[in-house]
């Protein structure tokens, strides 16, 4: 009983040091580094997975800018196909202009005297003139003109042959379509005994038919055919006349002046049968 006191007592004299010592907890490094590499490895990032609703957000937008881009390349050829048109059609005008040009200088020249016949016989009292193949005139008429009981004063012919020349090269050759009716018109005002009537009332109709103004066109083509019969332009007026009838419907008439037309010998009977032949 004394031994246990005296064991008691010494225990509670011991520093509170020492006791401290003998707390400490022993901890083993081996233990705490597996434990620490273990949480690190609980925190590596996970790989993204899109949702759902973000693959489909994703393939939509795709799908918008094809077919942006597939649009923008779609306005881009019909541009370029616009362009294309428009330079075919201006080369086939050209072509037309300048053959028909062609034609009807060729056959002016093989009818020559005809036509200055029929231009000096609306001058009431004035000789009669004759054109030179050239175009240049014999024997002018150097006095003044009746016409309709008006006097015109003597024009010379070298003038007037280079107005209609500077009024259908508008046309033939700058290709400015305004200005040769403007021209054209104002040719047959000043001088309405010209030699070249004739050829400016066909210029003129032709101009009417690319402004789609076909009922001008007619009265232009429809003087030609009832005033100069034997002009080298009468039979290429009845085949345009045979055309605007036909596109206003009036089957009978058309007819009549594309038989007459593909009666006739030169470029234009082929091309007034093969209307007859697709159309009747």
């Given amino acids: ?49 899109p949702s759902a609703a973000t693959k489909m957000a994703e393939s939509r937008y795709d799908l918008m800018q094809g077919l942006r881009d597939e649009v923008r390349l779609l306005r881009g050829m019909v541009e370029e196909l616009k362009h294309e048109l428009q330079q075919v059609k201006q080369r086939q005008l050209d072509d037309y202009l300048d053959i ?47 016409v309709n009981g ?38 047959l005002e000043k001088y309405p005994t010209s030699l070249y009537t004739a050829n400016a009332h066909y210029w003129l109709g032709e101009i009417y038919l690319l402004q789609r103004q076909d ?13 100069y019969p034997n002009h080298p332009k009468v039979m290429d007026s009845n085949f345009k006349l045979g055309k605007i009838y036909f596109q206003l419907g009036q089957n009978k008439l058309a007819r009549r002046f594309l038989e007459t037309a593909a009666a006739s010998s030169g470029g234009v009977a082929s091309k007034a049968q093969s209307y007859l032949d697709s159309n009747f």
């Avoid at 093989?110 to 004759?130: E, R, T, W």
């Avoid at 003597?154 to 700058?174: C, F, G, P, R």
């Fill in 215 to 227: 009922e001008l066109a007619r009265q232009s083509f429809t003087t030609i055919v009832e005033q």
């Fill in 100 to 146: 028909d040009r062609r034609l009807g200088s060729q056959a002016l020249d093989g009818n020559n005297v005809d036509s200055a016949s029929i231009a000096a016989k609306s001058l009431v009292g004035a000789p009669l003139v004759q054109e030179r193949v050239d175009g240049s005139i014999n024997d002018r008429a150097t006095d003044s003109a009746s």
């Fill in 1 to 49: 009983m004394n031994f246990n006191a005296g064991l008691c007592l010494a225990l509670l004299v011991l520093p509170t040091s020492a006791l401290a010592q003998d707390l400490t907890p022993i901890v083993d490094m081996s233990m705490s580094a597996s434990t620490g590499t273990t949480v690190d490895d609980s925190f590596e990032p996970m790989p993204y997975e």
């Fill in 150 to 187: 008006f006097i015109l004063p003597a024009v010379d012919d070298d003038v007037v042959k280079i107005d209609y020349e500077t009024a259908s090269n508008m046309l033939l050759k700058a290709r400015d379509i305004d200005g040769a009716a403007t021209a054209l018109k104002l040719h």
